[in-house]
């Protein structure tokens, strides 16, 4: 995970009046949103990337566990197992989750969305999919700091420098979840509903 950072787009997401897709007080909120469908009506494909979510969700949690349990000062072995898990997760199941999103589905989505004009005011071609796509981009970024951040604090020898590298490490960990937590919220209520409400036989056949 050694990509290089990349300039967020500064655009919005076409659900609706000042809808900005890094904008926390608002994003389990969008202005416009379908009413939830029932996981059971949802097409297999579908419920699968929901399946995958909610383990993500799951990951998430425990991840949050471990670094309050820094913040609380354990710091072992069990501490650095955690932290080994959690990467080795991200690295075999939510990158490989986005790339099957990326591959076929998203860009099927991005095609209906452009023909029925819910794109951005600014540009013809942007649209949802694009913020969720830069979304993924920024994980693996986020995730690389984080990382890098715990390998150093586990490295420094100094006391003082170990606790204010722990600090950013949590803080930057801390953010990676939020966002992960948004983009999973989007994903669900948002573009599956999209989905389930837009795509035919003939459209699940090509994923």
Do not use: C, W
């Amino acid at each position: 995970m050694n990509e290089e950072m990349n300039e967020p787009i500064n655009e919005e997401m076409n659900l609706g009046e000042g809808v900005s897709p890094y904008s926390p007080p608002d994003a389990y909120h969008p202005p416009k949103m379908d009413d939830d469908v029932p996981y059971e009506e949802m097409h297999p494909f579908i419920r699968t990337l929901r399946d995958e979510h909610q383990a993500f969700t799951d990951k998430l949690t425990e991840f949050e566990e471990t670094l309050a349990m820094m913040e609380n000062g354990q710091v072992d072995r069990k501490i650095d197992k955690r932290l080994q898990d959690f990467f080795e997760y991200f690295d075999e199941e939510i990158r490989v989750h986005n790339l099957k999103e990326e591959e076929k589905f998203f860009p099927l989505i991005s095609k209906m969305m452009n023909e029925e004009g819910d794109h951005s005011k600014g540009s013809e071609e942007f649209n949802a999919i694009d913020i969720l796509e830069d979304e993924h981009s920024k994980f693996i970024q986020m995730a690389a700091v984080v990382f890098n951040f715990f390998a150093l604090f586990s490295r420094i020898p100094d006391e003082r420098s170990r606790i204010i590298v722990l600090d950013a490490a949590i803080s930057e960990a801390r953010a990676l979840i939020e966002l992960l937590k948004v983009h999973i919220f989007r994903e669900d209520t948002i573009i599956f509903t999209y989905a389930h409400r837009n795509f035919s036989d003939e459209d699940y056949a090509l994923l």
